[in-house]
């Protein structure tokens, strides 16, 4: 037998040290790579949230070139507040109502009372008006009413001058006929309108719209002058303007929700009381400085969909420095028409 004979022929396929340095290799691009998409696709998010803010903003402000003023943004027309906030929030929408549509015939008689006609026309929408809030407010005035067959489909609203909710004529089908409307100053994708329940075929809560992907709504404040302080202020005074409380706006209302709170923001931190410590925040005498003093805020949760978090302690608030952000963080990663990307990032 010679010596090639007695060669044992070579084994095909790695060794198991090299299968680990392949597999080591792997690992460490994929560490490397994911991280980097995950972040690209999360610019591309916040980017998509931030042009949509900017094209509610411009929307907005041709609404007001339009019709002589911003939308009122519901806050405080809720039957859970007292009747020195209530009545002039209700009063305010219903001075907006008349003003956008010059023809409107409301009822003579109390505030309360032409609100309660009001909510009936609203009712033949399937929306309680006890539901419109700073969350759902952009869909109200800038998309107009749902179509009354059914569906998430906005078709602003009527065009009939005396009426603008009149829903037209039931075909008894299922349909209406819904005549000439006036059409919407934004178009929100259908598909990401929230508050219908596509199995009851009923609105759960009036239109809200939000970013995609995301279970928060564009929540919209507007600015206000104070009947107390005579400021701008996104917020009210109870009392008179020494002695009461100011309460800045908050969304939801519900006080006993701490975990997922909106506020508007300052621009300027509140400065010290006589004892070098900060005032607070609902104190009248506090002349305080808003981000958008004199227009509005649009607000996004970010990619975290937390808006952030109720301090006990008081309300919490950003500074264009970036103090005043809740200590967990979730307030880092908003978006807002004054930011230039996340709140952490840059104001304009």
């Given at each position: 037998m010679d010596a090639y004979s007695e060669r044992k022929p070579r084994r095909g396929g790695f060794t198991l040290v090299e299968i680990l340095v392949v597999i080591t290799i792997i690992g460490i691009l994929a560490g490397l790579i994911i991280p980097a998409v995950v972040a690209a696709?999360?610019?591309?998010?916040?980017?998509?949230?931030?042009?949509?803010?900017?094209?509610?903003?411009?929307?907005?402000?041709?609404?007001?070139?339009?019709?002589?003023?911003?939308?009122?943004?519901?806050?405080?027309?809720?039957?859970?507040?007292?009747?020195?906030?209530?009545?002039?929030?209700?009063?305010?929408?219903?001075?907006?109502?008349?003003?956008?549509?010059?023809?409107?015939?409301?009822?003579?008689?109390?505030?309360?009372?032409?609100?309660?006609?009001?909510?009936?026309?609203?009712?033949?929408?399937?929306?309680?008006?006890?539901?419109?809030?700073?969350?759902?407010?952009?869909?109200?005035?800038?998309?107009?009413?749902?179509?009354?067959?059914?569906?998430?489909?906005?078709?602003?609203?009527?065009?009939?001058?005396?009426?603008?909710?009149?829903?037209?004529?039931?075909?008894?089908?299922?349909?209406?006929?819904?005549?000439?409307?006036?059409?919407?100053?934004?178009?929100?994708?259908e598909e990401r309108i929230g508050g219908y329940d596509q199995d009851t075929g009923q609105w759960q809560e009036p239109p809200w719209f939000g970013p995609k992907g995301l279970e928060t709504a564009y929540i919209y404040f507007k600015a206000r002058v104070d009947s107390t302080t005579g400021r701008p202020e996104y917020g009210h005074t109870i009392g008179d303007a020494q002695s009461g409380t100011f309460e800045p706006y908050r969304f939801p209302f519900d006080l006993t929700v701490v975990e997922n709170v909106c506020r508007p923001y300052l621009d300027a931190p509140v400065p010290a009381d006589a004892n070098g410590g900060p005032m607070l925040l609902q104190d009248p005498t506090l002349v305080r400085t808003w981000k958008e003093a004199k227009t509005f805020q649009i607000i996004s949760a970010g990619l975290n969909d937390v808006f952030g978090r109720e301090l006990l302690s008081g309300p919490f608030r950003c500074t264009a420095n970036g103090a005043g952000f809740c200590p967990d963080g979730d307030e880092h990663d908003n978006i807002t028409n004054f930011s230039q990307g996340k709140l952490e990032d840059k104001f304009k």
């Open positions: 696709r999360n610019n591309a998010r916040r980017a998509l949230i931030v042009t949509e803010i900017g094209q509610l903003d411009m929307a907005l402000k041709e609404y007001k070139n339009q019709h002589g003023d911003y939308p009122p943004d519901f806050y405080g027309t809720q039957e859970l507040y007292p009747d020195p906030i209530k009545i002039p929030a209700r009063a305010a929408v219903l001075r907006h109502l008349r003003k956008r549509f010059p023809r409107l015939v409301i009822p003579s008689g109390t505030v309360d009372e032409q609100w309660a006609l009001l909510a009936d026309e609203l009712a033949l929408y399937g929306m309680p008006i006890g539901m419109l809030t700073p969350g759902n407010a952009l869909v109200f005035w800038l998309g107009g009413l749902p179509e009354m067959s059914g569906g998430t489909k906005l078709v602003g609203f009527s065009a009939n001058p005396r009426n603008p909710f009149d829903p037209g004529a039931d075909n008894g089908d299922g349909t209406w006929n819904r005549g000439p409307r006036v059409q919407p100053l934004y178009t929100f994708p």
